[in-house]
């Protein structure tokens, strides 16, 4: 057991219209007030279109809410792209940044992450940096390397425990049922706390905030949770139903 505030994220990716979204935060919003004081904390990232509508529905839940991008300017000509700022007006608390999908589907490099990360902490918002290797850099070998290189690429100056939260993401288990083993998961987060305690020193590492991502079910999120360095989840399919979003946060 940690101090560390277990994070319960949910990454809706490119999900949701107005009926569904709202119906699903204001579920998850009831649930939230019912239960009371909780010693996790609730975030939910809907697609840009939706934030506003969401922060309405979330309310006074206390359940934090979170965009999955966002440029590294604050303001400017960038057609189609959204600030830090934007974000923060909007009511969001986070930032998603260099989501795997993202630096594919964009090919966003680890300077590009590292510098919308900057741009997040310099809005007064806390950044969810992704970070985890592909498939053939695991079969190669590579899992440690790869993400040591993501860490020191993607972390900005000035990142602490308060303002930063590592999502450690394998891209081979996003989406695919598949996810490493129990073991697995927990020998690359406590190396990832050791490559942050490099980079940040013992007590920042010590503090901040390291997310399993990658097929977290119901079933499967209990045992993942309590491993010594798992602080959270980020969750996307199953962040798509009240019922096994909760579901995996009461496993908390
Ligand atoms: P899944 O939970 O659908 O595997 O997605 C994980 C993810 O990419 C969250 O950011």
């Not at 590592?166 to 081979?172: D, L, R, S, T």
């Amino acid at each position: 057991m940690t101090s560390r505030r277990p994070l319960i994220a949910g990454n809706w990716k490119m999900n949701g219209l107005t009926a569904d979204g709202s119906s699903l935060a204001s579920g998850l919003a009831e649930k939230m007030t019912a239960a009371g004081d909780v010693f996790f904390e609730m975030l939910v990232c809907p697609p840009f279109t939706l934030i506003s509508k969401i922060a309405d529905c979330l309310g006074g839940s206390g359940i934090a809410l979170g965009a999955q991008d966002c440029h590294a300017n604050e303001k400017g000509a960038h057609t189609g792209d959204i600030s830090a700022a934007m974000l923060k007006d909007a009511g969001c608390a986070y930032v998603i940044v260099g989501h795997s999908e993202r630096r594919t589907d964009h090919g966003e490099s680890n300077e590009t992450v590292r510098d919308k990360a900057a741009a997040v902490h310099a809005a007064g918002l806390g950044a969810v940096i992704c970070i985890g290797e592909t498939e053939a850099e695991r079969d190669a070998g590579q899992t440690l390397d790869v993400n040591k290189a993501q860490i020191a690429g993607s972390l900005p100056e000035g990142a602490t425990a308060a303002n930063t939260v590592i999502a450690y993401e394998p891209v081979w288990a996003i989406g695919t049922g598949r996810t490493p083993t129990n073991d697995e998961v927990q020998d690359v987060h406590a190396f990832i706390r050791g490559e942050l305690a490099g980079h940040l020193g013992e007590s920042e590492a010590a503090a901040m905030r390291i997310l399993y991502g990658g097929s977290m079910k119901p079933g499967n999120a209990k045992e993942l949770l309590a491993l010594a360095d798992v602080d959270g989840g980020l969750i996307g399919g199953a962040s798509l139903t009240v019922e096994d979003f909760w579901g995996i946060a009461e496993s908390v």
